[in-house]
């Protein structure tokens, strides 16, 4: 069975610019989340989906990113203008039942916003 | 607010000794604790978790210990190996119907051959 997939794994882009990450979780797991780690620091929830439904966006630093499941398979997490404190590891995680604490990472995408 | 944290940011063993890397948390409510680990280029891998239950808990070479009394746990890792080298991150689910988890900073372990 295929693990949880991202891309891409490491992207460098300039402040101002978009970048799209994109993460496929395991085949049939109605939930995603999304976190990220700031260099040295914890790794911070940004969002949950339930299929195509964003659950619980809480920790969604600001409205300059915007997170998409349409379908409710594979999601994006899309950065607009990208500034320099988003540069971090992304990661995405799916889990096959709501409220399961058995979540799935997968590799993460590195984000450096120069 | 609530918090999960480690105590240490680096923790360097000698291959072979066994490895103790510590973590306190805020909320005296708090029930289920996981511990993950995350090598370089991959995302957390589930070690082992523990109920509020409980004082401890065994897997393979690694021991968790839960002392409620002063909201603390620990990860031992016995005969520390070079494959051991990662991040390790403490981790509280969120109660309610979203399974977030909340992480604490991590603690790097680096094993000297």
């Known amino acids: 069975e295929a693990g949880v997939t991202q891309f891409p794994s490491h992207s460098v882009i300039e402040k101002g610019q978009t970048v799209t990450l994109r993460c496929d979780p395991i085949?049939?797991?109605?939930?995603l989340y999304w976190y990220r780690r700031v260099m040295g620091k914890e790794i911070k929830f940004l969002l949950h989906f339930v299929k195509e439904s964003k659950q619980d966006e809480s920790g969604m630093p600001n409205n300059r990113f915007l997170a998409e499941r349409t379908g409710g398979t594979y999601s994006t997490l899309k950065v607009q203008p990208a500034e320099l404190e988003d540069s971090g590891v992304y990661f995405c995680a799916s889990s096959p039942a709501t409220g399961s604490y058995e979540q799935y990472f997968g590799p993460g995408t590195r984000l450096t916003v120069t | 607010g609530e918090s999960v944290g480690l105590h240490l940011p680096t923790l360097s063993v000698q291959e072979g000794d066994n490895s103790i890397i510590n973590c306190a948390y805020s909320n005296s409510a708090s029930d289920y604790f996981i511990w993950y680990k995350q090598e370089s280029g991959k995302g957390p891998q589930f070690i082992i978790d523990?109920?509020?239950?409980?004082d401890k808990r065994q897997g393979q070479r690694v021991t968790v210990l839960l002392n409620k009394t002063v909201k603390h746990l620990s990860l031992q890792i016995a005969a520390t190996q070079p494959g051991d080298s990662a991040v390790y991150f403490c981790?509280?689910?969120?109660?309610?119907?979203?399974?977030?988890?909340?992480f604490g900073q991590g603690t790097t372990l680096q094993v000297k051959p």
């Open positions: 085949s049939g797991h109605d939930n």
């Open positions: 523990i109920r509020s239950n409980m």
């Open positions: 981790a509280e689910p969120r109660m309610g119907n979203t399974g977030k988890l909340i």
